[in-house]
C-alpha cells in the first residue's frame, strides 16, 4: 500500500465551482434522444409527456445543470423549424452524419425544453452555422425568447404559443456551430471566424443576458484558438458578443470497453488526464488575447470513445462503460474543479446510449453506469468554492506502445516500447460554508492507497463521512446485474486537522467534512 499525502487550507480558494462543469450533452444521434429519454406518450414505459420517468428521476438526482442540444455533427444540418408545430405534420428528415437513419422531429426545441424543465436543467441550443442561415439563428432565438401577448407580439413568438408555451422558454445559452473545423463546414480559423462574427452580430436577448458560444479546438489544437482569436483581434475588436470559446476533447480508448490489460487500463486512464495540459495550454492561449478573462473556457463534448459494440449499429456509438471509465470522469471533473477560475462550462458525450453515458436504456430497461454514479457523487463541488490543494503522491509506471498518431477510435502504435506514468491518486476539493468536500480516484489496479489529509490553518475537522464507488477493473453494470458497481457507504477516521482514510484499488471516493473554528 502506497502513502498520497494531501495539504488543503480551506481559506485557499480558487473560484466558485460553476455548476455548468457537471454538464451535458445529448444529440440525435443512436438511440441518444429517441428510446433513451423520449418515448413517446403512447409508450407503455412509464413517461411524463413522453419523456422517461426513470431517466427524470435519475438525472434529477445527479443534478444536471446544463444539456446542450441537438448536436454535435446533427446541429449543423439541423432546421430548428422542422422541430415546431403539430408532431404529427413535422417532416422526416435524414440524419447525414449518424446513419442516414430518419429523424421524425418527435423531440423538437419545444419538447426539449420541457424535458431540461423537468430535471431541472438548463437548456443550451447548438445554432447551425455550416448548412444554415444567421436570420435562421436569429429567428429561433427570437421563437425561443421573445415575449407574447395578447395584443403583441412577433409571429415567432406567436407560434410559440400556438406551439403550447405563451411563456418565453428562455434559452439563454447559444452556441455557434459545431466543431465548424469538420463536420460543421470544415472552415479555416480565420473563415470561421468571419462566419461567427456574421452569426453573432444578429444574436439578440430579448431582454435576457445570452451567453453566446464560439467553436474553440479539436483536441487542444492551439493554432486554432491562435488564428480565430488573432483573426477576431485584428479585423473584429472590440468584439463583445462572444462569452464562451468551447473545445472538444475525446480521450478516445485502449483496448475495447469491456475488454482490457493492465496496461491498457494505465494508458486511457494517461489519456483522460491529459485534459489538463488541453486546459492549461488553452487557457494560456486564450489569455493571450482575452488578458481580462472575460471568456469563459468550455469543454461541450468529452469522454471516452470505444469501437463499437458487437451486435450495435457502428453509426449509433452505443458503448459499455466500466469503472475505468468512471475514473475517467472522476480524474476529468476534478481538473475543472481545479480550473475554476477559467472553466465555467464541460458537457460530459453523450447522456443516455451513446459513448460515454451516464444512462443505458434497452426497451423498459435502465441502469446508471459507473460514470452515471460519479455524477451523483460529485454533485456537492457544484457551486461550491474550488480550493488549492497539494497532493504528494507516488508515481504508477507503466508499458505504453509508442503511439504515432492517435484519432478518436484508434492509434497508429509503433511496436517500439516506451514508459508511460500517471499519479497513483488526483482529486480536487471544495468548501461551502463549513462543509469541506474532497474527491479522490486511486488508479492503481492492485495496490490500496494510504491517504492522510492534513487541513492547515484554524479549522478542525468535527466530523467525515465517506463514499466509494470501487469494482475489479472491469466492472460494470448490465441489464441482467445492474448494481455490479455502486456508491457504498466508507469509513474515514478524524482526528482534529487530520483524516485517514483508504482506498481501495480502482476507486472513486468522495469525503464530506464538516468543519469547525476557521
Ligand atoms: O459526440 C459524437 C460526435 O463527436 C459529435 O456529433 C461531434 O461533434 C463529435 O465529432
Redesign the pocket.
Known amino acids: 500500500m502506497s502513502t498520497t499525502r494531501i495539504t488543503i487550507n480551506p481559506t485557499d480558494t480558487i473560484a466558485t465551482i460553476n455548476p455548468n462543469i457537471y454538464g451535458h450533452?445529448a444529440?440525435h444521434?443512436g438511440r441518444c434522444i429517441y428510446d433513451g429519454i423520449w418515448v413517446g406518450e403512447e409508450s407503455p414505459i412509464p413517461n411524463i409527456h413522453g419523456f422517461r420517468k426513470d431517466v427524470i428521476e435519475t438525472l434529477r438526482r445527479m443534478k444536471v445543470p446544463v444539456i446542450r442540444w441537438p448536436?454535435?455533427?446533427?446541429a449543423d444540418d439541423y432546421h430548428w423549424q422542422d422541430g415546431i408545430g403539430p408532431r404529427s405534420q413535422r417532416p422526416r428528415r435524414i440524419n447525414i452524419?449518424w446513419g442516414e437513419v430518419i429523424e421524425t422531429n418527435q423531440v423538437g426545441t419545444i419538447e426539449f425544453v420541457q424535458f431540461c424543465r423537468l430535471i431541472g436543467a438548463e437548456p443550451y441550443f447548438c445554432g447551425n452555422v455550416g448548412s444554415g442561415t444567421p436570420r435562421e439563428l436569429r429567428d429561433w432565438i427570437e421563437y425561443c425568447n421573445f415575449p407574447v401577448s395578447d395584443l403583441s407580439g412577433s409571429t415567432w413568438a406567436q407560434q410559440r404559443a400556438a406551439d403550447g408555451s405563451p411563456a418565453p422558454l428562455d434559452v439563454t445559452y447559444w452556441g455557434v456551430g459545431?466543431?465548424n473545423w469538420?463536420?460543421g463546414g470544415n472552415f479555416s480559423p480565420e473563415d470561421y471566424c468571419t462566419e461567427f462574427r456574421r452569426f453573432a452580430s444578429f444574436i439578440r436577448g430579448f431582454g435576457k443576458k445570452l451567453n453566446v458560444i464560439a467553436c474553440g479546438p479539436a483536441n487542444n489544437d492551439v493554432e486554432w484558438t491562435d488564428r480565430f482569436f488573432r483573426k477576431l483581434h485584428k479585423d473584429y475588436w472590440p468584439f463583445n458578443n462572444i462569452d464562451g470559446f468551447a473545445a472538444?476533447y475525446?480521450c478516445g480508448t485502449a483496448g475495447t470497453a469491456t475488454q482490457y490489460t493492465e496496461e491498457e487500463w494505465y494508458r486511457l486512464l494517461e489519456k483522460g488526464l491529459r485534459m489538463e495540459e488541453l486546459v492549461v495550454q488553452q487557457r494560456a492561449a486564450m489569455d493571450a488575447w482575452d488578458p481580462t478573462r472575460k471568456i469563459g473556457l468550455i469543454i461541450d463534448?468529452w469522454g471516452t470513445w470505444h469501437p463499437v459494440e458487437e451486435g450495435t449499429n457502428p453509426a449509433f456509438?452505443y458503448q459499455q462503460n466500466t469503472i475505468r471509465d468512471a475514473i475517467v470522469a472522476a480524474n476529468t471533473l476534478d481538473i475543472f474543479n481545479r480550473h475554476a477560475d477559467k472553466v465555467v462550462m464541460a458537457n460530459i458525450?453523450?447522456m443516455v446510449n451513446?459513448?460515454q453515458a451516464v444512462i443505458l436504456t434497452e426497451g423498459e430497461n435502465m441502469l446508471v453506469t459507473p460514470t452515471g454514479y460519479v455524477y451523483e457523487m460529485y454533485a456537492p463541488h457544484q457551486g461550491a468554492q474550488s480550493l488549492r490543494l497539494r497532493v504528494e503522491t507516488p508515481e504508477i509506471h507503466f508499458q505504453k506502445t509508442k503511439i504515432l498518431q492517435t484519432s478518436w477510435q484508434s492509434a497508429l502504435q509503433k511496436g517500439e516500447k516506451m514508459e508511460g506514468n500517471i499519479p497513483a491518486v488526483s482529486g480536487s476539493a471544495s468548501i461551502r460554508e463549513n462543509v469541506l468536500f474532497i474527491s479522490l480516484t486511486n488508479s492503481h489496479v492492485h495496490e490500496e492507497a494510504e491517504i492522510v489529509v492534513n487541513l492547515l490553518g484554524d479549522a478542525r475537522a468535527e466530523r467525515a463521512q465517506a463514499r466509494v464507488l470501487s469494482g475489479e477493473i472491469h466492472a460494470h453494470n448490465t441489464f441482467d446485474a445492474p448494481h455490479q458497481v455502486v456508491p457504498q457507504p466508507m469509513t474515514v477516521d478524524v482526528k482534529n486537522q487530520q483524516l485517514h482514510v483508504v482506498l481501495p484499488p480502482a476507486s472513486v471516493v468522495t469525503i464530506t467534512v464538516v468543519l469547525s473554528g476557521f
Do not use: T
Open positions: 450533452f444529440e444521434l448536436g454535435g455533427c446533427f452524419h459545431n466543431e469538420g463536420c472538444h475525446y463534448e456509438l458525450a453523450q451513446v459513448l
